[in-house]
């Protein structure tokens, strides 16, 4: 059966908004209104915040596949409102109930909601503005909405291109920045994802990551390794258990996936991106404080906290790169939610893998796939020795799940589980060891 192309569709939506007065017409060289202070000329400010809430409509630039639907909205800095994922019959994005402006932003005004792209820094200036956009059609069925800006202080520009295949389940955002001016300027680019949060949120890292910087002081340079995820004999990988504002980087990253999981609603999301190209993954939370409430207010009236999960070509947002004159760079990144799996442990952007050992003979196993994968040869090794082999159609609606009996007294062995295609082309592979990190 062949899969139907990707729809396209150009239309309009309707969201409660404080809408804005006039952006200030004499702009500032320099402004220190917000924790985004800096140099904005010849831009103006967007610090004259509205009170009063209307229904506003915004053009949304449309893409559909079975599994998922994709809004992005080119006149609020291109963001991805949102990625309504139909396997799970629920989004997966912090689209808040209004659009309510506070002062975070460089200029200003900024809004919590959706994916930002923000280059050359956070909260960039063109977060609520109006940035270019174009729809690509490809031939293999994947359609394509391009959005991106020139930096008029620098000169320099950014463009993602935002692509849903007809057969995938994860959205796929490739980051381009270019320097086509004579002279190197600084920069840095974030991802900015905000993803709403539930009492049983956790954040998940790789397990091969030991460590983790965080924030010291309010000054973002001040940054501080720290053993992760137990910290002071608290487990900061639930946000339960964070209870302060917080700012999470990875530290020497070696594996290409992070994200969260909804413990409570058995999914979650997970980000993909060659951490030799990306190595920067944050987390960011309100945390669990007695004013969090009440930050969150500013930015929304009903949808309540949500945290951030961010990634960049850079380790930490407390160091910028030199982009040079007349050069580029670009890299990919992939997004999909995990479901029905209890957590993840391991992932790439071809599936998910989950093992959670139950007493001294059994561990469950869990797996999910982007694909619809007909007839994936399913394998665990131990010692080099087969264990478990089962060939076995898994879709983005249909997860795998299954109980394994494995030798008792299993101690530092080396585990393997593998998924290949019948052609032999390898799916996933994941080394690992029932009682110490990930290999």
């Given at each position: 059966?062949?899969?139907?192309?990707?729809?396209?569709?150009?239309e309009?939506?309707?969201?409660p908004?404080?809408?804005?007065g006039?952006?200030?017409?004499?702009?500032?060289?320099?402004?220190?209104?917000?924790?985004?202070?800096g140099?904005i000329?010849?831009?103006?400010?967007?610090?004259?915040l509205?009170?009063?809430?209307?229904?506003?409509?915004y053009?949304?630039?449309?893409l559909?596949?079975?599994?998922?639907?994709?809004?992005?909205?080119?006149?609020?800095?291109?963001?991805?409102?949102?990625?309504?994922?139909?396997?799970?019959?629920?989004?997966?994005?912090?689209?808040n109930?209004?659009?309510?402006?506070?002062?975070?932003?460089?200029?200003?005004?900024?809004?919590?909601?959706?994916?930002?792209?923000?280059?050359?820094?956070?909260?960039?200036?063109?977060?609520l503005?109006?940035?270019?956009?174009?729809?690509v059609?490809?031939?293999?069925?994947?359609?394509?909405?391009i959005?991106?800006?020139?930096?008029?202080i620098?000169g320099?520009?950014?463009?993602v291109?935002?692509?849903l295949?007809?057969?995938?389940?994860?959205?796929?955002?490739?980051?381009?920045?270019?320097?086509?001016?004579p002279?190197?300027?600084?920069y840095y680019?974030?991802?900015?994802?905000a993803?709403p949060?539930t009492?049983q949120?956790?954040?998940?890292?790789?397990?091969?990551?030991k460590?983790?910087?965080?924030?010291?002081?309010?000054?973002?340079?001040?940054?501080?390794?720290?053993?992760?995820?137990i910290?002071?004999?608290?487990d900061l990988?639930?946000?339960?258990?964070?209870?302060m504002?917080?700012s999470?980087?990875a530290y020497?990253?070696?594996?290409?996936?992070?994200?969260?999981?909804?413990?409570?609603?058995?999914?979650?999301?997970?980000?993909?991106?060659?951490?030799?190209?990306?190595?920067?993954?944050?987390?960011w939370?309100?945390g669990v404080t007695?004013?969090?409430?009440?930050?969150?207010?500013?930015?929304?009236?009903?949808?309540?906290?949500?945290c951030?999960v961010?990634?960049?070509p850079?380790?930490t947002?407390?160091?910028?790169?030199?982009?040079?004159?007349?050069?580029?760079d670009?890299?990919?990144?992939?997004w999909?939610?995990?479901?029905?799996?209890?957590?993840?442990r391991?992932a790439?952007e071809?599936a998910?893998?989950?093992i959670?050992r139950?007493?001294?003979?059994?561990?469950?196993?869990?797996?999910?796939?982007t694909?619809?994968?007909?007839?994936?040869?399913?394998?665990l090794?131990?010692?080099?020795?087969?264990?478990?082999?089962?060939?076995?159609r898994?879709?983005?609606f249909?997860?795998?799940?299954a109980?394994?009996?494995?030798?008792?007294?299993?101690?530092?062995?080396?585990?393997?589980?593998?998924?290949?295609?019948?052609?032999?082309?390898?799916?996933?592979?994941?080394n690992?060891?029932?009682t110490?990190?990930?290999?």
């Amino acid at each position: 059966m062949t899969e139907k192309p990707v729809e396209y569709s150009d239309e309009k939506v309707v969201i409660p908004t404080y809408e804005m007065g006039s952006d200030d017409p004499y702009p500032p060289y320099f402004t220190d209104i917000t924790v985004g202070a800096g140099y904005i000329y010849p831009y103006a400010l967007q610090d004259n915040l509205g009170h009063v809430l209307k229904d506003k409509t915004y053009r949304a630039l449309v893409l559909e596949n079975k599994y998922l639907k994709v809004t992005v909205l080119p006149e609020l800095g291109g963001h991805v409102y949102s990625m309504y994922d139909k396997t799970l019959k629920k989004e997966l994005l912090y689209t808040n109930d209004c659009m309510k402006p506070a002062l975070v932003s460089v200029r200003g005004a900024w809004c919590a909601f959706g994916i930002e792209h923000n280059f050359p820094r956070s909260h960039n200036v063109t977060s609520l503005s109006k940035v270019t956009c174009n729809a690509v059609f490809h031939k293999d069925g994947s359609k394509s909405i391009i959005v991106g800006d020139t930096d008029r202080i620098t000169g320099m520009k950014w463009i993602v291109e935002i692509t849903l295949y007809k057969d995938k389940s994860y959205l796929k955002l490739e980051n381009k920045i270019l320097n086509n001016t004579p002279f190197p300027h600084p920069y840095y680019y974030w991802t900015n994802t905000a993803i709403p949060l539930t009492p049983q949120t956790q954040y998940i890292f790789p397990e091969s990551m030991k460590h983790a910087f965080k924030h010291g002081s309010i000054d973002v340079n001040d940054l501080v390794v720290f053993p992760w995820p137990i910290y002071k004999g608290n487990d900061l990988s639930w946000n339960k258990n964070i209870h302060m504002r917080y700012s999470l980087f990875a530290y020497m990253l070696s594996d290409d996936f992070f994200g969260l999981y909804h413990h409570n609603l058995d999914h979650g999301i997970i980000h993909v991106a060659d951490h030799k190209k990306v190595p920067g993954r944050k987390i960011w939370s309100w945390g669990v404080t007695e004013d969090a409430d009440l930050r969150t207010s500013t930015l929304t009236d009903k949808s309540g906290q949500y945290c951030e999960v961010q990634c960049g070509p850079i380790e930490t947002q407390g160091e910028f790169r030199f982009l040079k004159p007349f050069t580029h760079d670009s890299w990919n990144q992939y997004w999909y939610a995990p479901k029905k799996m209890k957590g993840f442990r391991f992932a790439n952007e071809n599936a998910a893998v989950n093992i959670i050992r139950k007493g001294t003979s059994k561990i469950e196993l869990y797996v999910n796939t982007t694909f619809d994968m007909k007839d994936g040869r399913l394998a665990l090794f131990v010692a080099g020795k087969t264990i478990f082999k089962r060939t076995y159609r898994i879709t983005p609606f249909k997860p795998f799940a299954a109980v394994i009996n494995i030798p008792k007294k299993c101690g530092n062995e080396d585990f393997v589980f593998s998924i290949k295609m019948p052609s032999g082309a390898e799916v996933i592979r994941y080394n690992f060891s029932l009682t110490g990190r990930a290999k």
